[in-house]
């Protein structure tokens, strides 16, 4: 008998998918749930709830005041452990049979945004977003209150989690494949290899899915504040609106729209600096940029500053005006670039899969998870 994983809903892309995938590696006897799976293919073999069965699969909006109900119903199993990977409800899962009284783990990427925090999460601000918020904040955090421990993926939101739902929480980052980074370059396509080929010779990067919160007007802004042109990478609903501050402004920005990963560890390597302004409860490319040696000027406040070490591999901004701006990418470009690869190494997957096991193994006690893959071994 071994453990069950629990996931929110499965995608082709995103960091908890990463999350998921390397759980799914490092405990490979473990079944596995999620709402609906809509990988396309990344994983299969995961089984899914009645959620998957209707039309409400295709609207988060709308299926979430099921969510919670749909997660107290499960279907019958067998565990010896439960460990669920939350960004919503995950962590109120609750299987018929004897899996209902094992005991359960929980790895928050966050409380949900939205709910807890919808500040930092427009989704949260309408007004019957605030009404579904006020009846389940109140269930969420009873519901957090079941698992025998939490992990966080950063003190940001080890800290969010202790004002949220009262609990103590253990801080384990997220995994980084720094190897996929830190190597040499891959073989790029003709394509790519143009996109390159029309890059200005110097540039600031700014990496992200083109929406309002990521803030990457402060990337157009740092750009013109250091006097550097500036490349945005990624794709999305903001895109016109970032296109037309750039041209409004007179600066140089040029898109790159949807990077391969070797296109953006390319683009990386290339950059002066990555700009990443926005409020991250961990951040992940600020850390894949590192591993190619680039430095990140990044907010001081979120798991960023966490990860970005103030002065060596990069600067950390609290006022995102024209003089601290300049300022930040002179120290930032002034960075080791050896600094910076050593400090991704921290975060790789490997110190990730070190660190899970061991939680899961102390916190449980059983060995369910002392026998991961080999190196190399993937589950799908």
Known sequence: MAGILIHEWLARHGGSENVF???SNTFPD???????????????????????RTPLRRSKAAALPFMPTVWRHLPERDADWLLCSTHLFSHHARFRGPARDAPKLVYAHTPARYIWTPELDGRGHGPAARAVSSV????????????????ANSAFIAQRIADTWERESTVIYPPIDVSAFAAPPADLSATERAVLDALPSEYLLGVSRFVPYKRLDRVIEAGAAA??????????????????????RGDRVVFASSPSAALLAELYRRALAL???????????????????????????????E????????????????????????RAVGADADACVARAWEFDTSVFVDRITEWVATETGTD???SPLSPGGLRP
Do not use: Y
């Open 227 to 248: 006097g550097v042109p500036v490349v945005l990478a990624g794709g999305g609903p903001d895109e016109d609106r970032l296109r037309a501050l750039a041209a409004g």
């Open 275 to 305: 700009v990443f302004p926005a409020i991250e409860d961990f951040g992940i490319m600020p850390v894949e940029a590192m591993a190619t040696g680039t430095p990140v000027v990044a907010n001081a406040i979120g798991g960023t500053a």
């Open 368 to 370: 369910a998870a002392a």
């Open 21 to 23: 995938e390397v759980l």
């Open 30 to 52: 473990a079944d596995r749930f999620c709402l609906w799976n809509d990988s396309d293919g990344r994983f299969t073999g995961v089984d899914e709830t009645v959620l998957a």
């Open 136 to 151: 389940l904040k109140p269930l969420d955090r009873k519901r957090a209150a079941e698992p025998i421990a939490i992990a």
């Open 307 to 330: 990860t970005v070490v103030d002065g060596v591999t990069g600067a950390l901004v609290h006022d995102w005006s024209g003089d601290e701006l300049k300022h930040a990418v002179q």
